[in-house]
């Protein structure tokens, strides 16, 4: 799967981008859309717009963590994976038994989105199993993504020439467009259009950059983990109409 965002959605973290951009030759993101859909005929392509592009594929994909695709409402997703508690979930979001994995993370998003009653990092813990997923909202312009707590879907994001922000499954195209400015999306964690990148495992807690390097020394896209020794500031909980979760995260 691929997701490629403007800067106007998406802004992914500085140090995602390797110091080494003048000699590293990346693509824009316009020519890794063409170069994932040009890889194979069977290729989906979503345009959304001013915002970017979503494709995905139903062949390349790994056995045990299919892929699936739904859009409903002006919101887009993909997802990856397997969730153990499917029944569950179905009847806390008031689902059909025909609901499947990328309908319950539409709902959670849609719930969470207009004045949900929990926190998005718990709604996401919900999920259990093995996942990675990308949705965006184009009523709302925002984007959300996470990876499950293990790392069990391969994930990973990077950034193209022209400063868009890239998510795909498959780590070698994205070496090659990204070049060094990409690297694994952090375990355990969501990023959204006005939230950033946070820990849904350590909620309290901030992320900090761990510089990579690669076979030659060269400085690549860092990697991110949960620093214990320093807390996010929490704020008090929006009520009323101000309690869009869209525009909280």
Known sequence: MLTVLKRS?????????????????RKNGIDLVDSFVSADSGTVC???????????????????????????D???????????????????????KSANEVSIVIEAYRTLRDRGP?????????????FAFVLYDSTSQAFFTALDADGSVPFFWGTSADGCLVLS???????????????????????????????????LHKLMPMPRVDSKGQMCGANFKVDVSAKRHASMPRVGSEANWANAF
Do not use: W
């Open 9 to 25: 959605v998406a802004q992914g973290p500085k140090e995602l981008t390797s110091p080494n951009v003048e000699s590293d030759r």
């Open 46 to 72: 979503i345009n959304l717009g001013d915002a970017g592009a979503m494709a995905y594929t139903q062949s390349r994909q790994p056995l045990f963590t299919p892929r699936s695709f739904r859009a409903v």
């Open 74 to 96: 002006d919101m887009f997703c993909i997802f990856e994976g397997v969730l153990d508690n499917v029944a569950v979930l179905r009847q806390r979001y008031g689902l059909n």
């Open 118 to 130: 929990y926190p998005a990092d718990q709604v996401i813990r919900e999920l259990s199993g093995k």
């Open 169 to 203: 499954d498959d780590p070698n195209f994205l070496k090659e467009g990204c070049r060094k400015s990409f690297a694994p999306f952090p375990r355990g964690c969501f990023f959204s259009t006005s939230g950033g990148l946070q820990s849904f495992e350590q909620p």
